[in-house]
C-alpha cells in the first residue's frame, strides 16, 4: 500500500488547496506535482500515483485555464504590448482594440511606452519575456529585431504593428504610410498648391522615412520641384513641430500649405497656424486622424489610418499563432482614406 507523507493535513475550513498543498502531502517537490498534473514524462509511475492520490484526498483540481495553456503550450493568459507612447491616441486606439478581441479569450495586456528608443525597446521586451507573456504585439524602433529570434523560434508568437520588423520573419500589421502620404501631396495639388511644406518625424523612424517618400514622389510625378520644397524634420512632439512651422510661415517665402506627418506634428502646426492668425489662409493635411478634428475652424483635413482596424488584425494574428499557425510570416496592410474637412480644400492666397 502507498504511503504518504503527513506534512499537510486537509482542513475543509480552510482555502482551496494549492499545488503546494499536494506537493507537500506527496513528499514531493511542486515541480513534480505540476509534471503529473500536466501528464508530462520524467516522472516514475509510483511517484505519479502518490501524487494523483494525495490530489484525490485533498480533493485539489487543476485549474481549467492552466489545462488550457499547456493544451496551446504556453504559460500565462497574457501578452506584451510595447508601443511608442501609451499617451497617443493612435497607440490608445490599438491598445483598446487589442484588449476587446484578446480579452474575450481571457487574455490580458499589459501595455508599455518605448518612448521610441531602441534600447528601451530591447530592455522592454526582455522584461516582458522575463514574465513569460504568451506572445508580443511590438511597434519597433531598434534597428533590427534580430535579438528576439531565439525566443521567436522557439514559438513566442509575435506580431509588429505600424512598422515592419528589420531582421527577422515575422507577422505585421502596417498602414499604406508612402500611398497615404502620396494622397495627401495629390489632393493639396488638386487644389492649386505648388508651394508646400513637410513636417516630418525623426528620420530613424521607419514610418517617417516611407511619409516622406511617398509626399515627394508625387510631388515629383505632378512637376513640382522637390528640392525647393522645404523640409523639416526630427520633429517628435508638439513644442517642435509648432517652432518649424512658425518659422516656415514666417519667412520670406511662406508655403501655402503643410502636410504634417503625424498627429502630434498636426497638433503643432495647428497652434503656429493660430498664432498667426493663418488657419484659414494656409492649407493643411496632416496624417493622422484625432478626436474634435472635424470641430476645428475650419475642420482639419487628415490621411486617417485606422488604428481600431490594425489593433484588432494585430490581435486575431496573434491567437492564430498562438492557436498553432504556422503558415510564413505576412505583412498585412490596412489602407489609409483621406477625410476631407475644409483645412485641406484651402485654396493658395493671391
Do not use: W
Not at 89 to 115: C, N
Not at 296 to 320: C, F, N, S, W, Y
Request: proline content about 5%; some cysteine.
Amino acid at each position: 500500500m502507498t504511503t504518504m507523507s503527513n506534512r499537510y493535513q486537509a482542513d475543509p475550513g480552510k482555502s482551496r488547496p494549492t499545488m503546494r498543498h499536494v506537493a507537500a502531502l506527496a513528499g514531493v517537490g511542486i515541480k513534480t506535482v505540476s509534471r503529473v498534473m500536466n501528464d508530462e514524462p520524467g516522472v516514475s509511475e509510483s511517484t505519479r500515483q502518490r501524487v494523483l492520490g494525495a490530489s484525490q484526498q485533498l480533493n485539489y483540481q487543476l485549474d481549467m485555464a492552466a489545462g488550457s495553456l499547456r493544451r496551446a503550450g504556453r504559460q500565462t493568459l497574457s501578452i506584451g504590448l510595447l508601443l511608442p507612447s501609451v499617451a497617443n491616441p493612435f497607440s490608445s486606439e490599438i491598445h483598446r482594440a487589442l484588449e476587446d478581441t484578446l480579452t474575450a479569450r481571457g487574455i490580458a495586456v499589459f501595455a508599455a511606452s518605448l518612448d521610441d528608443d531602441p534600447e528601451r525597446e530591447k530592455s522592454l521586451v526582455a522584461a516582458f519575456l522575463g514574465r513569460r507573456v504568451d506572445g508580443l504585439v511590438l511597434t519597433p524602433i531598434a534597428k533590427s529585431q534580430s535579438y528576439v529570434i531565439p525566443e521567436h523560434s522557439r514559438d513566442l508568437p509575435m506580431v509588429f504593428i505600424d512598422r515592419e520588423p528589420v531582421g527577422i520573419e515575422a507577422d505585421a500589421v502596417v498602414t499604406d504610410n508612402a500611398v497615404g502620404a502620396a494622397r495627401a501631396a495629390e489632393h493639396l495639388i488638386a487644389h492649386g498648391h505648388t508651394k508646400l511644406a513637410y513636417l516630418g518625424d525623426r528620420t530613424d523612424i521607419q514610418t517617417a522615412r516611407e511619409r516622406r517618400r511617398g509626399f515627394m514622389e508625387e510631388l515629383g510625378r505632378a512637376g513640382v520641384a522637390t528640392s525647393t520644397v522645404p523640409v523639416r524634420e526630427g520633429l517628435h512632439n508638439e513644442e517642435s513641430s509648432c517652432l518649424a512651422a512658425l518659422e516656415l510661415l514666417t519667412s520670406e517665402d511662406p508655403p501655402s500649405a503643410i502636410f504634417s506627418s503625424q498627429n502630434l506634428i498636426t497638433f503643432g502646426a495647428m497652434r503656429a497656424l493660430k498664432q498667426l492668425g493663418a488657419s484659414r489662409r494656409v492649407a493643411l493635411v496632416g496624417f493622422d486622424d484625432f478626436t474634435l478634428a472635424d470641430m476645428m475652424d475650419p475642420g482639419i483635413t487628415v490621411i486617417a489610418q485606422h488604428p481600431e482596424r490594425i489593433g484588432k488584425l494585430a490581435a486575431e494574428r496573434l491567437l492564430a499563432r498562438i492557436d498553432g499557425d504556422s503558415s510564413p510570416a505576412r505583412t498585412y496592410i490596412v489602407p489609409s482614406e483621406l477625410i476631407q474637412r475644409g483645412s485641406g480644400e484651402l485654396p493658395p492666397v493671391s
